[in-house]
């Protein structure tokens, strides 16, 4: 079981959009529609973006939307705000109960 | 619902970790959801410990299967993990997170606790 793979970095100015993305295999990310995002900010716990692909908890908003295709996920955030720069973690679903982590991007507001 | 981690803040190297996750404002006994714990060593990414059912069904990550246990108490709402023969490698802020077993995702998240392995 090896973790997902993220580039470490991403950064957009304000109002940009700045897309992250998740790779993983046939066991994890490209087995299920289970691939979730989530977000970190120092010192807090990770907190949910997107769900099953592409759905979103409430509260949560639209500015956030995720996709995949075959074995990458991606996480898009349209119209970037400073409260958006997080550390953005991935997480697949790999069958038998087994959840793996993607490595993280720190995604920085310019 | 609410999660909230507790236990020893140090452990020494070789001995057993030993934390504690009180749920509140919702059952560990719940059918719909699996129990976790999750660590993240300092400036480093999140790895997956193992997950506990109801039903008494555990899974854990198989790099830490030897030497990990996840447990429930039913009577006080509580989730456990001991980890034995623990190394500085273990050195982690320690996550309890309620899984939603419909759509395999942690939806809820205690706020973690750092264990600090050191002599």
């Known amino acids: 079981q090896s973790a997902l793979t993220q580039l470490p970095s991403a950064s957009g100015s304000p109002g940009q959009s700045v897309t992250i993305s998740c790779t993983g295999t046939s066991s994890d990310v490209g087995g299920y529609n289970y691939v979730s995002w989530f977000q970190q900010h120092p010192g807090e716990a990770p907190k949910v973006m997107i769900y099953?692909?592409?759905k979103r908890p409430s509260g949560v908003p639209d500015r956030f939307s995720g996709s995949k295709s075959g074995n990458t996920a991606s996480l898009t955030v349209s119209g970037l705000q400073a409260e958006d720069e997080a550390e953005y973690y991935c997480s697949a679903y790999a069958g038998n109960g087994v959840f793996v982590f993607g490595t993280g991007t720190k995604v920085t507001v310019l | 619902v609410q999660l909230q981690e507790s236990g020893p803040g140090l452990v020494k190297p070789s001995q057993t970790l030993s934390l504690t996750c009180t749920v509140s404002?919702?059952?560990?006994?719940?059918?719909?959801?699996?129990w976790s714990w999750i660590r993240q060593p300092a400036g480093k990414g999140l790895e997956w410990i193992g997950r506990r059912y109801t039903t008494g069904t555990t899974t854990y990550n198989p790099s830490l299967e030897s030497r990990v246990t996840i447990s429930v108490d039913r009577s006080q709402n509580q989730l456990s993990l001991k980890m034995t023969s623990v190394t500085a490698a273990d050195t982690a802020v320690y996550y309890c997170?309620?899984?939603?077993?419909?759509?395999?995702?942690?939806?809820?998240w205690g706020q973690g606790t750092l264990v600090t392995v050191s002599s």
């Open positions: 404002g919702g059952s560990i006994s719940s059918s719909s959801y699996y």
């Open positions: 997170a309620r899984v939603d077993m419909a759509r395999f995702f942690f939806d809820s």
């Open positions: 099953e692909v592409y």
